[in-house]
């Protein structure tokens, strides 16, 4: 009982939380000037005529967000014909506006790119935490030895490092070795096979690093101190006694407790990790998200920028409600929250 | 905090080798940032006469770190652009620090309805992406210094709330605490006089480690092409130099802006995870590590204490 409550806590904020986002972003395009389809509606140059059209085209006639002069006529359902209700209703229908750059809907452009900001995130955050909760086991293992102090110096260091910095250094250091940009040589097809894939790995080698070498600090900083705390329970010390082997203890006892607030942890990250790929894919012109969001900010793209950054926050609160869901399952301890 | 207090804190500093190297690196930077009218060769903002052969030259002794994309003295927007760094890592993180205290100190004292609003609050702004959301605001208000410093300020406090209001979980169920409620002290003089004095180390460690956090942030919207358009910043160097100087192989544009980043941001770090350390001090140890070479480099590193003098003691307790 207390379990499933905890289930509908969690998807209750998971949805109050993009509710959030979503009247966010079209707040945001509302009230803030520089909204480029109201500087056209509103243009001198048009006639009254022609300005009155496009009003209604862009459904600027109607009111923001509810129609108080129906409300009081009794006219409920008519209230709620709005600027909001028509947003909700085009994003409900995966319409997230035209680009006014490629003149393409936005909705087709990120479908066209998710899926290779996808694969950058994924490989990242794989070898990042691949290495955090290695070295953040060694350290906390070691703890006090030189071992422990360089992989802190590590940490400390790369959590001062820009991670476009590093993804421009890493770039001048590979030129020649690997390739710097893009996400495939010209030419090549998906067609090729085995050739193209392969081209593809090597043009994730730079930017996966990049991600990598950034993020495994937070991963090593967290497993180093929950091993710590771990290895000073008293069970540590019964296995010790009993005879077990250090390196079964690590195994079988630290790395198995410590290793649930990596699944939170790893997922929270998330929210770090796609502004990392924002960076990382400018600096590698790797062709998704990322970039796309970079372009539009140059190009003043609004609807793509909106719908990026839509896509962006609904990805990472979906992330997150997954990882809670997964952690309760995995820790039937969590229940009361 | 009291005198003593930050006696003890500033002897505890001196005697870790991190914290002061920190400090020294941080103090360089802000002694640059002070004295840039007088260390600048140049203004970044004098009018300069360029021909195209002055464009992106390597460094010589007119230009120790050669010119940029637009013929500029490099040295000198280096010098100028800590300034631009150091107001905005210090003020957006002062602003995240007066409103993490202020709401952390409220849950936690209040609880309730208050505690739980404002924590689901920053469970919304943990998980809503940090940098897309600052390129979409600043995208669309407009670029300039202040909106970047309340943008980072104001999205930026979440950690220090939640660190303020577990410290005041804790320190709220302490005798003093419930004595001073019962002598009759109000709520306001026990939240500001008895529980801010006892968290404010922790979060003094955490607005240090968050300066370079928003230094960081910065750099980054400049060099996406989102910085202040009438300063030069480290981030929007390194923006211009992406752009133009690196199929030159311009080194001179391209590494000292970064690196200069990461000078600061080390310093600031190295001098917040000290105070953290001494300030916080979990000091755990655990069953897995040899205790006797612990203890060998302990006894190595740290000068023996001479032995306890029994003899004072019984000098002063016959005294009183």
Known sequence: MQQSNYLIRKVLFGLVTLAVVVGFNFALFRILPGDPVKAIARSPRLTQEMREKLRVEFGLDKPVFLDLERLKTGDVIGAFDTQFTAYINALLHGNLGISFRSRRAVSEILAERVWRTVVLVAAGETLSLVLGITLGLVAAWRRGTRADMGILLYALFSWGLPTFFLGIILLILAQGLLPVGGMVTPGLKPEDGWVYWTDVGKHLILPTLTMAIIYTSSYILIMRSSVMGVLSEDYILTAKAKGMSTFRILRSEALKNAMLPMVTIAALNLAYTVGGAIQVETVFSWPGVGRLMYEAVMTRDYPVLQGTFLLLAVAVIVANLTADILYSVLDPRVKAG | ?320
């Open chain 2, 1 to 320: 905090m009291t005198m003593q207090q930050l006696r003890e804190i500033g002897r505890a500093f001196i005697r870790r080798p991190a914290g002061i190297v920190g400090l020294i690196m941080l103090l360089v930077v802000v002694l640059v940032a002070i004295a840039a009218p007088w260390l600048a060769p140049y203004h970044p903002k004098d009018k300069i006469d360029v021909s195209p052969g002055d464009l992106l030259t390597p460094p010589d002794s007119e230009h120790l770190l050669g010119r940029d994309d637009a013929g500029r003295d490099v040295l000198s927007q280096l010098i100028y652009g800590a300034r631009v760094s150091l107001t905005v890592g210090f003020v957006a993180s002062f602003m995240s620090m007066v409103i993490g205290t202020t709401i952390g100190l409220v849950a936690g004292y209040r609880g309730g309805r208050i505690d739980s609003l404002s924590m689901r609050l920053v469970d919304f702004l943990l998980v809503i992406p940090d940098l897309p959301l600052m390129l979409v605001i600043i995208s669309m208000w407009g670029r300039g210094l202040w909106k970047i410093i309340l943008v980072i300020g104001l999205l930026g406090w979440t950690v220090t709330a939640r660190l303020v209001r577990s410290q005041v979980l804790s320190i709220k169920e302490r005798c003093y605490i419930l004595r001073a409620r019962v002598i009759g002290a109000s709520h306001y003089r026990i939240a500001a006089r008895h529980i801010l004095p006892q968290v404010m180390p922790l979060v003094i460690a955490e607005a240090v480690l968050a300066v370079s956090g928003a230094i960081i942030a910065e750099s980054s919207l400049s060099f996406l092409g989102l910085g202040d358009p009438t300063l030069v910043s480290w981030g929007m160097m390194l923006n211009f130099a992406f752009e133009r100087a690196i199929s030159r192989r311009a080194w001179w544009f391209l590494l000292p802006p970064g690196f200069a980043i990461v000078w600061v941001s080390v310093g600031l770090i190295l001098i917040g995870s000290t105070l953290e350390e001494i300030v916080n001090p979990s000091l755990k140890t655990h069953h897995l590590f040899d205790p006797r070479r612990m203890m060998a480099r302990i006894a190595g590193r740290v000068p023996k204490e001479p032995a306890p003098d029994h003899t004072a003691l019984v000098e002063t307790e016959r005294a009183e």
